[in-house]
C-alpha cells in the first residue's frame, strides 16, 4: 500500500478524481463508498494500492482523508507536441486552442459534459467539463481559449493511446482570448490564379 498527500484537481467523473502534490498528479480509482466525498480543491490523504491502470499508473482508494482546503497547484502552459505522447498523463496543466466543435455529451459521465474539440499546434484535443445545466456554447466555436485542467489519455484495448482527452473542472476553467473573427463569404474565396486560395 501507498499513502500520498496531494490537493483534487478534478472530481469526476465519480467515483474517480485526479490528486496532485509539488512533484506530479495521479489518477485515483475512487471507492463507491458514499462516505468517501471528492471535492476540488481539497487538501487529501490517500492509501491505496498502486496499479498499471488502463494506460498509466493508478492509485486504488482503501482510505481518505480530507485534511483540508488546498490550494490547486500552478499549471504551466504546455504545447501539444509536449502532450501527445501521453507522457503528461493526469498532470494539471493549460493549452491555448481554436474551438472546432461544441456539443453536449450525455452519456459519458453522470452529470451533463459539455464536450469540445480544440485544434492545438497541429494537433487535436477533447474536451470534457461537467456543467449544472445545459447551455448553449455554440458562439464559442473558433474563438481562441486557454484551457486550465488535467490532460487525460484515450487509448484503446491494447493500451496504444489514441488522443488526449483535457478534464476540465468548470466553465471557470475556459478563458476566451480571442472570439470568432466574422468574415464574408467575399473575403473567404479571394484567390490568385495559379497560386490556390491565400
Not at 49 to 75: C, H, M, S, W, Y
Not at 108 to 113: D, M
Request: proline share 7%; hydrophobic share 40%.
Amino acid at each position: 500500500p501507498v499513502r500520498v498527500r496531494g490537493v483534487i484537481t478534478m472530481d469526476a467523473p465519480a467515483p474517480d478524481f485526479f490528486v496532485q502534490d509539488a512533484t506530479a498528479g495521479i489518477y485515483v480509482e475512487g471507492r463507491q463508498s458514499p462516505k468517501y466525498l471528492h471535492a476540488l480543491g481539497q487538501l487529501v490523504e490517500v492509501e491505496g494500492v498502486t496499479g498499471p491502470g488502463k494506460f498509466a499508473p493508478v492509485i486504488r482508494e482503501q482510505k481518505f482523508r480530507v485534511l483540508g482546503n488546498g490550494t490547486l497547484p500552478d499549471a504551466p502552459l504546455i504545447s501539444f507536441p509536449q502532450i501527445a505522447d501521453g507522457q503528461l498523463d493526469s498532470q494539471w496543466v493549460r493549452i491555448r486552442g481554436i474551438v472546432r466543435s461544441v456539443a453536449m455529451d450525455r452519456t459519458s459521465w453522470r452529470e451533463p459534459t459539455l464536450a469540445m474539440r480544440v485544434a492545438s499546434g497541429g494537433g487535436e484535443i477533447n474536451v470534457r467539463v461537467p456543467i449544472t445545466h445545459e447551455q448553449d456554447l455554440s458562439s464559442w466555436i473558433d474563438s481562441e481559449v486557454l484551457i486550465q485542467g488535467v490532460c487525460g489519455s484515450l487509448y484503446n484495448a491494447s493500451r496504444q493511446l489514441t488522443g488526449i482527452l483535457f478534464y476540465v473542472p468548470g466553465l471557470s476553467f475556459i478563458k476566451t482570448e480571442a472570439p470568432a473573427r466574422d468574415a464574408s463569404l467575399s473575403d473567404l474565396m479571394r484567390f490568385t490564379p495559379g497560386h490556390g486560395i491565400r
